[in-house]
């Protein structure tokens, strides 16, 4: 219960590197419809900093989160995860 260490948080004014990130042959778009191209993937597959730590906290401090942000883990899944 009692802190160690403690340091403000920080924000980066980094701008994402441009990617070019096409794959693919088509693919569905939000209107449902095909679109025959590949798709840009150049702004997706990316997570912010907070949300990683989020997730990293949930499995390994699950009682530290509500119930709603925790993962469905057996005792199982944790002993494999440690």
Not at 2 to 17: D, M, N, R, V
Request: proline share 5%; glycine share 4%; no cysteine.
């Amino acid at each position: 219960g009692k802190i160690i260490f403690e340091h403000p948080q920080l924000t980066s004014s980094y701008p994402y590197l441009v990617r070019n990130d096409w794959i693919g042959k088509g693919f569905i778009n939000d209107a449902d419809m095909l679109v025959n191209e590949p798709m840009d993937f150049s702004r997706k597959n990316r997570m912010y900093l907070t949300d990683l730590h989020q997730v990293l906290r949930s499995v390994i401090f699950p009682e530290a989160v509500s119930k709603e942000q925790r993962f469905n883990l057996t005792a199982d899944d944790y002993r494999f995860v440690y």
